[in-house]
């Protein structure tokens, strides 16, 4: 994949949940896990109703 | 089922009563329209306390049938499941009054007030005017303006033979006052006495509402984890010489992931950066909107 990378300042308890996610297999590495979530996110965003004019 | 206390509170009382784990406290208007403000405390340990806070974040602001009433952290264990209430008009947004609250408002020497008939009612357990907290308002109507966050009361909608029923889920002191605010409308500007009760829970409410007794959280702290174990007694605080700080989880570090995102990906992510409200940076944004969609999808629900 070539693309843009974002760094991502976490602390170690965010680490340890990214680590618990990686566990349950939403992604490979932090990385990854990080990835799948930014694309969740943008996934419901999606799926929101447009707003009320 | 067996009825252990049958008591009237008269206006201007309250009651202090033991309630043991599987008993059901039960309060009940006799004529209606009558405020009670609710208190309660671990039987064997005051100092674990009902929590209005603790219990609006997890149940909203008005508790009914099926919420559960919670101590107060470090404990922040479930005290009591409501598994009747007829009226549905309780509060926990509103303090307990006072009688500071009658002096300045209207000036009274001497009022009846919440604060001071729980204080009087706990005395028979030896606890103090400082060990009353704020209550669990039985037949408080009250309301939030949505938009500048003021509260009101309004009518108390309450009728006789309204009752609402609490069953223990450890054994507590349960302290139970007649709201004394008759210049408020918080009971129809009258005072009115009401019915506590204590009984067994049916084999039925057991099953049903009883949480089982061992249920116990690591972060629960009691006072085996406690460093000071001891309560005070000294009123005057002053500092330990000996103290060193050990805050769990301290210190914080921070450490970088870098995340490969497609063209499309980062075009998104600059959509979002753009918008505002995700943060200032693209590593914000992006951390922002993972643990957004992490809140979403993976924690869980409140016990």
Known sequence: MSGQLVAV??????AELLDRLVAQG??????????????GFCADQMALPEPAE | MTIRLDHVLEPGSGKAVEVRRGEVVRVEQLEGGQCADFNAFNLH??????????????????????DMLWSAPPRERPMFTIIADTAGINDLSFPRCTGVLFEYAWGYETHTNCQDILAEAEREYGLTPDDVHDSFNLWMNTKIDADT????????????????????????????SVCGADVFNTSNFSLKP???????ATADERVEWLLPEARRFANQRVVEDFKIKEIRTERELSRDPTYVADFPGF???????????????????????SHGGFGATDGEVLRHAFFTWCLDHWMQPHP
């Open chain 1, 9 to 14: 300042e976490i602390n170690q308890q965010q």
């Open chain 1, 26 to 39: 939403v992604g490979a590495s932090r990385a990854e896990v990080l990835r799948n979530g930014f694309a």
């Open chain 2, 45 to 66: 340990d005051y100092r674990e306390f009902f929590h209005c806070g603790r219990t609006r974040v997890l149940h909203g602001m008005f508790p009914t049938a099926g």
């Open chain 2, 149 to 176: 966050g003021r509260l009101s009361v309004e009518r108390n909608t309450s009728q006789a033979g309204d009752y609402v029923e609490l069953v223990a889920h450890f054994d507590c002191l349960v302290v139970v």
């Open chain 2, 194 to 200: 009401l019915r506590l009760a204590v009984r067994t």
């Open chain 2, 251 to 273: 210190p914080i570090r921070t450490t970088s992931v870098e995340v490969e995102l497609t063209d499309d990906e980062y075009r998104q992510l600059e959509a979002l950066r």
